[in-house]
């Protein structure tokens, strides 16, 4: 045998090996958790078979089995941006775990950061009346923001502090494996899809990111400052609602309107 093949033989396997890890996360993040632990049907001798969990190690911990307490206990009393010597307190996330519909927002304002809670001021409570008209609950989605603390005075987010906060939320969605993603607002579109589009020209339709459907509409803070916008914005939550349907995925509650 070849000298030089041998010699190339390990980087090869590590080359593959991260090719495969990177697509099995893939499947992971669209809801695949298993697959058939023999032959495929596709062999010549294929004999039925036990399918076998995939697990896809990151960091050497199976991200099958990561979970949202993960992800907190990793971020801690986080000081990794200069936010943490202003704010009142880390602002998480609350939903369900397992929730197909996601909704992120751009950062935590002022009620927010006194709760530790997203969306609990005015714009949340529009958001839950959103939610609710779709047929969902805050208790059945999972609602999420950019970043996890407020920055002073609602200033918009800074470069910095998004770098930090981003990883989590990464953590966040593949931990939950949204069927969909509702951005709220240009900045949460913005980051969500790598863009600095206007909001007015990514609402409306589909987009893809890495395999999970992200649909950006108006904040709902924004909503409560032009009110004769919301009629564009629950346009693009139909549309949410419909593919859902499609998706095979029924709401808890039938959507109103």
């Known amino acids: 045998m070849d000298s030089t093949a041998d010699e190339d033989l390990p980087g090869e396997l590590l080359q593959l090996t991260r090719q495969l890890r990177g697509q099995l996360r893939r499947h992971v993040g669209l809801g695949a958790w298993a697959a058939p632990g023999g ?5 010549e001798h294929a004999v039925p078979g036990p399918s076998a969990p995939i697990e896809v190690y990151d960091d050497e911990r199976p991200a099958g089995r990561r ?15 200069k936010l943490h010597s202003t704010r009142k307190s880390i602002v998480f996330g609350v939903g369900a775990e397992d929730a197909p519909l996601m909704f992120v927002g751009e950062a935590p304002g002022e009620q927010e950061d006194k709760r530790g809670e997203p969306f609990v001021g005015p714009a949340g409570e529009l958001l839950d009346k959103m939610i609710e ?18 920055p002073p005075r609602n200033r918009n987010p800074e470069p910095d502090e998004i770098a930090a906060c981003l990883p989590f939320l990464e953590d966040k969605i593949r931990v939950i494996a949204p069927r969909i993603i509702v951005a709220l607002g240009r900045p949460s579109a913005n980051t969500l899809l790598g863009t600095d589009a206007p909001i007015s020209t990514l609402r409306g339709k589909f987009h893809d990111r890495r395999g999970v459907k992200v649909m950006p509409t108006f904040h709902p803070a924004y ?22 349907a499609r998706l095979g995925i029924a709401s808890p509650n039938p959507a109103r309107g």
Do not use: F
């Open 223 to 244: 909503l409560l400052r032009e009110p004769d916008r919301k009629r564009d914005a629950w346009s693009d939550l139909k549309l949410v609602i419909a593919e859902l």
């Open 67 to 81: 979970t949202l307490a993960h992800v907190r206990d990793e971020l801690g009393a986080c000081t990794r941006c």
């Open 39 to 43: 032959d495929t049907a596709r062999s």
């Open 133 to 150: 008209a779709m047929g969902w609950t805050r208790q059945t989605v999972y609602i999420t923001n950019i970043l996890m603390s407020r």
